[in-house]
């Protein structure tokens, strides 16, 4: 099993382009994250999926879409992005609620 | 929201025990005390998590104290590999958002 991978690994924006980051997990969960984390901040939930076509809001949302058309993926838009997205980015997925979540590699993304 | 306190920085001889402290005086009721782990900025890795009685599996022990204020992870044989951030985390079983990583202590495991 792979677990979760995410892709790509690194990326360098300009200010007002637009990405999307992929999620893929082989383990059937339900449950899908996106983070972000920043130097001194921790980690902040951006966006959560508690199941195929369902997406749910978190801590930081702002200026991020996301979908969940398959089980198995889950992908993180950035519309326009700015510099204050400038993050690590990391997906999780979880059997469910109290289960552990198991995190990827992460995305190194700089907006300049 | 019940946060932690955990020291910044720990230093432990390998083959030896380590033990993390963390302190979260402000837990609620229905709040578990989960641990994860981050080495050198790859994801973070799920350790254990527990409620109050004490647990134990493969990677680590967790020991909440009687009037949940504080727990300890304790690796019981530290190598070179456990060399990480831990991160002592309190949240609501059923609330997402909750999940507050803080800064973390990181371990330096010694030979």
């Known amino acids: 099993n792979a677990g979760v991978t995410q892709t790509p690994k690194f990326r360098v924006l300009k200010t007002g382009q637009s990405m999307t980051l992929l999620c893929a997990q082989d383990m059937n969960h339900e449950y899908m994250y996106w983070y972000r984390q920043d130097p001194g901040m921790g980690l902040r939930l951006i966006h959560y999926s508690v199941g195929e076509g369902t997406t749910a809001k978190g801590e930081v949302p702002d200026g991020y879409n996301v979908s969940r058309l398959k089980k198995q993926n889950f992908l993180l838009g950035l519309e326009s992005a700015a510099p204050s997205q400038t993050s690590v980015y990391f997906c999780?997925?979880?059997?469910?609620?109290?289960?552990?979540?198991?995190f990827g590699p992460g995305t190194r993304l700089t907006v300049t | 929201d019940a946060k932690t306190t955990q020291p910044p920085s720990m230093d432990c001889a390998e083959g030896r025990a380590a033990n993390l402290p963390c302190n979260h005086s402000?837990?609620?009721?229905?709040?578990?005390v989960y641990w994860y782990r981050q080495i050198h900025s790859q994801g973070p890795q799920y350790i254990i998590h527990?409620?109050?009685n004490n647990e134990t599996n493969e990677m680590a022990s967790l020991i909440i104290t009687e009037d949940r204020k504080s727990s300890t992870l304790i690796l019981p044989h530290a190598t070179l590999r456990d060399t990480a951030v831990y991160y002592c985390i309190v949240r609501p079983l059923y609330n997402f958002n909750k999940f507050y990583f803080g800064s973390g202590t990181k371990l330096n495991v010694k030979p």
């Open positions: 402000t837990i609620s009721g229905n709040e578990y």
């Open positions: 527990g409620l109050k």
């Open positions: 999780a997925s979880g059997a469910g609620v109290g289960y552990e979540q198991y």
